[in-house]
Nanobody, 120 residues
Framework: EVQLQASGGGLVQAGGSLRLSCEASGSSFDTLTVAWFRQAPGKEREGVSCINIRDGTSTVKDSVKGRFSISSDNAKSKVYLQMNRLKPEDTAVYYC?????????????WGQGTEVTVSS
């Protein structure tokens, strides 16, 4: 099974930016979609964005639309989540997941999380 490695989290002030990376170590993604999820303290995990790595089409959660964008570099087996104009409510552990249906259903491969903290 391909191992997913998420990185790029950290502490940033409100209004700042971070770029998260999800890398398929040792192989290509070998899947159709890669999605980013996040889980804030005391809250359920929620989907943030998803990209079809074959055709580049993507979706972004309404609450982050215009601030977050997703992209892929298939040659490097990486998917990025660019996060701009960050808000304290974006504070969460962010996870990437590969699979056929944007992290939903069976056959989902999860990476470890990377923590994002946005200070006010």
């Amino acid at each position: 099974e391909v191992q997913l490695q998420a990185s790029g989290g950290g502490l940033v002030q409100a209004g700042g930016s971070l770029r998260l990376s999800c890398e398929a170590s040792g192989s290509s993604f070998d899947t159709l979609t890669v999605a980013w999820f996040r889980q804030a303290p005391g809250k359920e995990r929620e989907g943030v964005s998803c990209i079809n790595i074959r055709d580049g089409t993507s979706t972004v959660k309404d609450s982050v639309k215009g601030r977050f964008s997703i992209s892929s570099d298939n040659a490097k087996s990486k998917v990025y989540l660019q996060m701009n104009r960050l808000k304290p409510e974006d504070t969460a552990v962010y996870y990437c997941a590969s699979g056929p249906l944007c992290g939903m259903g069976p056959d989902v491969n999860w990476g470890q999380g990377t923590e994002v903290t946005v200070s006010s």
